[in-house]
């Protein structure tokens, strides 16, 4: 079955830039990559979204390499702020669009 | 605009019970979802409707019924409460299928089954 893989964890420090890959196989050549940020006691906050190469936005950017097996977000210049859980999200089209949320990578940013 | 609005914010069942859980959202969206999030887990869908009367199954779907009379709401049913469905309940929004776009999350209902 297909499904999507991220760390449990990571730490850094702030003014340090972040990089969490998440690996997916089987993901449909037309489907997009999402990645959200979530914060205890919310719900998930949409982050950044891309298809191939290199997507940037004014917080973050998506790295997808041609085989689209993996995604990389980067969070650039991370501040206490950023402490959250980020997950990435796939649909998984050869499973009838199932939607596949990985299992969140908890970021943890210290001064 | 509110977004995706859900009621209540915390509730306690016991073992049997029913309840539903609301969700309703304002962004004229005609996709709408169920998740649930167990501790430490990342999110599972439930249900999902891509227009008002039509429903599908997610991947965790046993337990729960859905419905959607309208684009606004989206409410989700549980008949017989087990306590394997203590969980963090969130309802979310897109304008269309939720891996080419955006999902709009509502704040959750966090559900204990005793």
């Known amino acids: 079955l297909a499904k999507t893989t991220q760390p449990i964890s990571m730490d850094s420090y702030e003014g340090q830039e972040v990089n969490i890959t998440c690996s997916h196989n089987?993901?449909?050549?037309?489907?997009?990559i999402t990645w959200y940020q979530q914060f205890p006691s919310q719900g998930p906050r949409f982050i950044i979204q891309g298809y191939k190469t290199k997507v940037t936005n004014e917080v973050a950017s998506l790295f997808i390499p041609a085989d689209r097996k993996s995604s990389t977000l980067s969070l650039p210049r991370v501040s206490l702020s950023d402490t959250a859980v980020y997950y990435c999200?796939?649909?998984?089209?050869?499973?009838?669009?199932?939607?596949?949320f990985g299992q969140g990578t908890e970021l943890s940013v210290k001064p | 605009n509110a977004g995706v609005t859900q009621t209540p914010k915390f509730r306690i069942l016991k073992i049997g019970q029913s309840m539903t859980l609301q969700c309703t959202q304002d962004m004229n969206h005609n996709y709408m979802y169920w998740y649930r999030q167990d501790p430490g887990m990342g999110l599972k869908l439930i249900y999902y409707s891509v227009g008002a009367g039509i429903t599908d199954k997610g991947e965790v779907p046993n337990g729960y019924n859905v419905s959607r009379s309208t684009t606004e709401d989206f409410p989700l049913r549980l008949e017989l409460a087990a306590p394997s469905q203590t969980s963090v309940y969130f309802c979310?929004?897109?304008?269309?299928?939720?891996?080419?776009?955006?999902?709009?999350f509502g704040p959750g209902t966090r559900l204990t089954v005793l």
């Open positions: 979310a929004s897109s304008y269309s299928r939720a891996g080419d776009n955006e999902q709009f």
């Open positions: 999200l796939v649909m998984i089209y050869n499973q009838g669009g199932k939607l596949i």
């Open positions: 089987n993901i449909a050549t037309n489907d997009y």
